[in-house]
């Protein structure tokens, strides 16, 4: 089945980019998505990509893609106090299934 | 994008007890998901929800322990039955149209004393 894989923990200072990568294993994955988990929150559905895209721009918020290599990552600009969060990322199968695999996810910390 | 109401939020139980979660959508949705996201973990599908047909149960996932009902395209609820402290975990319900992009509710936090 599909593996996911992320860093565990990404620290940077207020101001500064953050970038949060993921890998995935099955190359049918159609969709991939970026969720975001405050404390004591569900998840917030940040972004998403098709598999037939490079790159994704949203704001603060830049999505790249390398099929080849099977990596996704997020890329937050001016990263804020606000942003600290546990981001997941999730894929897509081509498949009947539509439901999603998660990644671990990353704790995000953003020190002033 | 669909709005998502998880009832109850929280919840301290007794083992051997069971808990109904109800997870309402604001819109009809043809595709509900319920997950288990297990301390410090990530999210771990239990089951998908189908409507008019029984929920299909993922691999260590079963119907005795967790049934799932969906009336309608709106509504569905998943019960934890006979809990054990190992239940104790956040269940979250997510809900799509067409199946491509999902949207979750704000969980229910099971606390099994």
């Known amino acids: 089945g599909e593996d996911v894989e992320q860093s565990l923990f990404l620290s940077v200072r207020e101001g500064d980019s953050s970038v949060i990568n993921c890998t995935y294993t099955d190359s049918s994955s159609t969709y991939l998505y970026w969720y975001k988990q405050e404390p004591g929150a569900g998840l917030q559905l940040l972004t998403y990509i098709f598999s037939n895209m490079d790159m994704k721009q949203d704001q603060r918020l830049t999505v790249l893609l390398n099929k080849k290599d099977k990596h996704l990552s997020l890329r937050i600009a001016d990263t804020q106090t606000g942003d600290s969060a546990i981001y997941f990322c999730?894929?897509?199968?081509?498949?009947?299934?539509?439901?999603?695999?998660f990644g671990s996810g990353t704790r995000l910390q953003v020190q002033p | 994008s669909a709005v998502i109401s998880q009832k109850p939020s929280r919840d301290i139980c007794q083992r051997g007890t069971s808990l109904t979660i109800q997870c309402q959508v604001d819109?009809?949705?043809?595709?509900m998901f319920w997950y288990r996201q297990q301390p410090g973990q990530s999210l771990t599908l239990i089951a998908t929800a189908n409507q008019g047909s029984e929920a299909t149960y993922e691999s260590g996932f079963v119907i005795d322990k967790f049934p799932i009902s969906r009336p309608n395209l709106t509504f569905s609820t998943l019960t934890v039955s006979n809990m054990s402290p190992e239940d104790s975990s956040i269940y979250l319900c997510?809900?799509?149209?067409?199946?491509?992009?999902?949207?979750f509710g704000a969980g229910t936090r099971l606390s099994v004393l």
């Open positions: 997510s809900a799509g149209q067409g199946g491509n992009i999902q949207y």
């Open positions: 819109s009809q949705v043809t595709m």
């Open positions: 999730a894929v897509l199968m081509d498949t009947g299934r539509r439901a999603l695999t």
